[in-house]
C-alpha cells in the first residue's frame, strides 16, 4: 500500500530500473562509446518498458505541479516545442496544452504559442494570458518514465549498432506509443507525413518573433537520409526526425519560466526532440562542433539532442 508506482509488482521495478540503465547507458555515447553498447545491451536484455501499462507514474490525490502552473502562473510552454509541433500539426497539442487567442490573416483564431526561452517579460499577467499553458490537474500522477521515451532509446540503439530496419520499426512505435499515452488519434498519418516541417515562431505579444524555422526536418522515416554526426567519412540512414515523448515532471515541464534562468528545458525533452520529447539527432539539422551539437539556427542543444534554457543569441 506504500508503492504508489507500482503497487508492489516486483517484475515493474525491475524493467523500470533496466530502463533507467538504457537511458544513462546511451547517454554515455559520446564519452564512452564501447561501454554505452555494453550497458545498454546488458539492459535491453534484462527487460525494459515496452507499454504503457509499464509507465512509471506516482499516483497522487494532491500533485503539486499545479501549483506552477495553475496557481502561480510560473511556467508557460515553451516557444521551440510549440513550432515544432504547429509546424506538424500535432494532434497531441489539444491533450497536452490551452489554447490561447491567436491573430492569423486578419482573424482572430484559437491555437498554440509557446514563449521563448530566456526574454525578459514586462507584465507577467500579459505573458500568462498570451501564451500556453500544460494540462495539468491535481489528481495526474507524476511521470518518471514512459515507454515511448524508452522504446526511443532501443531505437536509437539500433541505429548506432544493430539494424536501421529494427531502428525505423522502434521509432514508429515509439510515435504510436506516445499518441496511445495522450488518448490522441491519428499516430499512423503523423508518421507517413514526410513534407511537413516545423513552423518559424510568431511572438503573440509581437516582440520575439523569428521569420526562419528551427529546422526543415520531417517526420517519416526516410532510409536515404544521411546522418551527419558519424565519424567523418561514414554515413548511415536515419530518419528526417526523431521526436515522439513529451515532458514529464521528470525531465521537467514543457514550459518555460518567466526571466532568465538555468535547467532542463521541459519543453522538449518527449521529443529529445519531437514529441515528449528527441532522443535521436533530427535528421539533417545537427552538427557537432568541437564535442557539442549545434543546429543550424541561433536556437542550441546538447549533444544528446536536448534543448536547454540558455538565453537565445540575439537575433
Known sequence: RYDGV???????????????????????????????????????????ITSNADNARMQTSDNRMTLIYNDWGDHRVGA???????????????KMFTTVRLVENGQEVQGYAGIRIGISVTS????????????????????????????????????????????????????RLSFEERGASGADAYIADATSTPAAYTDPIGKHSVSTP?????????????????????????????????SSPRSGSPSSRWGPRRGPNTAARAIRGCCRWLRMPAAGRWIRRSGHGACRTRWRSTPRIRRTSRRPSPI
Open 6 to 48: 507500482y503497487a508492489g509488482n516486483i517484475a515493474q521495478w525491475l524493467k523500470f530500473a533496466n530502463s533507467l540503465k538504457l537511458r544513462m547507458a546511451m547517454r554515455l555515447t559520446y564519452v564512452d562509446e564501447e561501454t554505452a553498447r555494453t550497458k545498454a545491451a546488458e539492459a535491453i536484455a534484462g527487460g525494459i
Open 80 to 94: 521551440d516545442l510549440i513550432s515544432y509541433m504547429n509546424g506538424y500539426n500535432d494532434p497531441r497539442r489539444e
Open 124 to 175: 507577467k499577467a500579459t505573458a500568462v494570458s498570451a501564451y500556453s499553458n500544460m494540462l495539468i490537474t491535481g489528481t495526474d500522477p507524476y511521470l518518471w518514465m514512459n515507454a515511448a521515451e524508452v522504446t526511443f532509446l532501443r531505437a536509437e540503439y539500433e541505429l548506432r549498432w544493430g539494424s536501421t530496419e529494427n531502428a525505423r520499426t522502434l521509432y514508429e512505435d515509439a510515435i
Open 214 to 246: 528551427q529546422s526543415s526536418v520531417t517526420i517519416a522515416w526516410d532510409d536515404k537520409a544521411t546522418d551527419i554526426e558519424t565519424k567523418p567519412g561514414t554515413t548511415r540512414p536515419r530518419t528526417s526526425r526523431r521526436t515522439s515523448r513529451r
